[in-house]
């Protein structure tokens, strides 16, 4: 594997991508369509990198944060107008050496990362079983569709990086967490991270519920 690439990229506000994770994209900017073209002629693979805001300068208006995520794209649909509608599945980590920002695209070079070494312990079974239990219950909220997940969720119990990053991909939306979790390379810290947002998202749908069955006061 080389040490490092250069890849298209897109960066995005409030839009982190994960490994494991099925993204919708609408891709409609110029110097996108061009990528998406040429992505499509190649190796059908772009990154997609959050905003970092706090880089943000007159001559580096689109800074991406220090960690990404490379995507294939999995389905597109090339509408009559020239815009698309794909979808992008995350492939694998990586870290950012060099942002490009020459025309026609933004191009990063990266080095992909792997996780650090990782051996079973309580604590990893501790965190599998929890990520499992509060998935199915937040998943089972969204109605008959819930049974392929759940089933892909807990095909994944022996493969605990695979399914914090399958969970966290499908079920935590804030991009800040999410960005954490991309850049987390220890298994157990992960596993750890994704059960405690789920345990917070868990207890929310729980009050949500009480706040709908509770009688209406008067105004």
Partial sequence: MPTSIVIPVMTLGNCVLLPQQ??????????????????????????????DDSAITLDNPEPPHSFT????????LEHDDGTSHLIIEGLRRARVLNVERSLPYPRLTIAPVVDEPHHDS????????????????????????AEPLINRFNSLTNQPSVLADAVAGHLIEDAD???????CLSVERRLKMVADELAILDAERLIDGLDKDAPQGLN
């Fill in 122 to 145: 309580i604590a990893t079974v501790r965190d599998v079983a929890r990520i499992l239990s509060y998935s199915e219950k937040i998943v089972e909220s969204i109605g008959p569709d």
């Fill in 69 to 76: 995520c490379v995507g294939r794209i999995a389905n597109h």
């Fill in 22 to 51: 099925l993204l919708p994209l609408r891709i409609f900017e110029p110097r996108y369509r061009l990528m998406l073209k040429e992505a499509l002629a190649s190796h059908g693979m772009f990154a997609i990198s959050l905003l």
């Fill in 177 to 183: 967490v999410r960005q954490k979790l991309l850049e």
